[in-house]
């Protein structure tokens, strides 16, 4: 292994990283990140393996090349990952989401090809979801300021005011244009519950097409395991403990290559008169939904389709969950409930770790 490159790596990526954090919302957490980011760092010098670590769609993303880990190979994925940044985020004013949002109610917006793809797909698990997945929710999430720094729970007539701006079947896409219309004014399209499994797929083809045949993505969250480990065992990949601090798990999944993305009340949350309100928002109510869960863990082919499933899964609940999964015979999922109950589907390889919860 060439440790100087890797170091260099290291040396760039912090110093990336403390430029970018300004600009990072959640910055409360950003000293825990810190301190993740150099544990990280500190043990991926001491292995045969090299990793970059940047902040980028609003969260920590960590690529780690277990062979031929370049500088050349970790700034081709950073550039792409930006680049979908740049066309999907709704915080940056250019970009493809904010010009169809800016455009809602007006005209319809012609979009690059990959932002076209995203919200073709995000549309199609709206549709199977019967709405639980709404990439319409836009409104929503702006409304309890989620995303930003200062979220509140809104009162019970503006959210009744916003639900009708909320609906996917507004959502007009033209083939032929490649163009984008939200027919009311007031409608806005969110991508955080889908775009980042799309970013991790396009990582993995990245790191697929520079032939290297083994390597970990994690785009906050958003797992893919590449290939197999060296002694052939499987990859092991930690179930967080939606009540524990970051890191602690409850479990252990064994998986093949798969790509693993969970969605949590604890990824972003508020406490408002000692009550806890998350992200993950029910687009018929306009609430953040209470179903008994806790998380939502996906594991499949598709990264971009399993970040869009857990966060459908969670919104329809276990049973109706369920059934939609059976539409994707290759998922599994492990759900963690509120009650310390953990349930998995048929054929995963699952070692509960925390004594704390029991699988039922
Ligand atoms: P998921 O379950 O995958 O997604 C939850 C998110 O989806 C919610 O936060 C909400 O935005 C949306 N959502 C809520 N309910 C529904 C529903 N019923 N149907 C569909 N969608 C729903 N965060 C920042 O703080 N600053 C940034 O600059 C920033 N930029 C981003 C740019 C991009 C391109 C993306 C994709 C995300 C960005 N984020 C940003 C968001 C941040 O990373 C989110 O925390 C993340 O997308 C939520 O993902 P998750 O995996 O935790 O949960
Ligand atoms: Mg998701």
Redesign the pocket.
Known sequence: MDYRKELTTSRINRRELFIRSF????RNNFFVILFFIFIFSFFSCARDESSRIEL????VCSVTLYENGKDIVFDKIFSRINE??N??????NS?D?SRINGNAGLTPVQVHEDTYKVIKR?LY??EI?N????????P??ALWG???DNPSVPSHEKIIETLPLVNWRNVIMDNQEQSVFLTRTGMAL??????????ADETAKIIKNEGIARAKIDL???IIMLGEKKDKSPWRVGIQNPGGSRGSIIGILRIPEKTV????VY??YFEENGAHYH?????SLGY??QNGLLSVTIITGVSTDA??L???V??LGYEKGISLLESFPEAQAVFVFEDNSVSVTGGIDFMLTDKLFYIK
């Open positions: 600009s990072f919302t959640r980028a769609l609003g969260t979908i940044e066309l999907m985020s709704v915080n940056i970009s989401i995000a698990f709206a979801s709405g639980a997945f709404d990439p319409a929710v836009g929503l999430v989620i995303s930003g969110d991508l955080g519950a889908i775009a980042k499994g799309f970013a906050g969250g958003n993305v969970t969605s949590g990824e972003r992200h993950l928002f029910s687009p953040p939904v970040d869009a857990s966060t459908a969670f919104v």
